[in-house]
């Protein structure tokens, strides 16, 4: 599976942004999705995952009610949608496939348990 994140940019603070992660490959819709972020000097962090079938979705607290994930199988991508940004928001974001297509408590916010890597793409947001 390839992955091929955009939708980033500037934007001010309070404002939205809409990602998009598109896929290759046939077995997209067995895959659960992640979108992860990466600040400059700070480690990897978890936003957002989805199930295989957009069944369950995890959110990180420091977004949850103002970032949504989702996912059209048909179309082999998947979304984040991000209001209400702040400045912290701003990092590389990128999107993840797991084999695994079912969230696990544990597991679904552990980059490691990620077979495939989008490139990333940069957001940020100025206050």
């Known amino acids: 599976v390839q992955l091929q994140a955009s939708g980033g940019g500037l934007v001010r603070a309070g404002g939205s942004l809409r990602l998009s992660c598109a896929a290759s490959?046939?077995?997209?819709?067995?895959?659960?999705l992640g979108w992860f972020r990466q600040a400059p000097g700070k480690e990897r962090e978890p936003v957002a995952a989805?199930?295989?079938?957009?069944?369950?979705?995890l959110y990180a607290d420091s977004v949850k009610g103002r970032f949504t994930i989702s996912r059209d199988n048909a179309k082999n991508t998947v979304w984040l949608q991000m209001n209400s940004l702040k400045a912290e928001d701003t990092a590389v974001y990128y999107c993840?496939?797991?084999?695994?297509?079912?969230?696990?408590?544990?597991?679904?916010?552990?980059?490691?348990?990620?077979?495939?890597w989008g490139q990333g793409t940069q957001v940020t947001v100025s206050s």
């Open positions: 993840a496939a797991d084999k695994y297509g079912v969230l696990g408590a544990s597991t679904a916010f552990n980059p490691d348990e990620y077979d495939y």
């Open positions: 989805i199930s295989w079938n957009g069944g369950r979705a």
């Open positions: 490959g046939r077995t997209f819709g067995n895959y659960a």
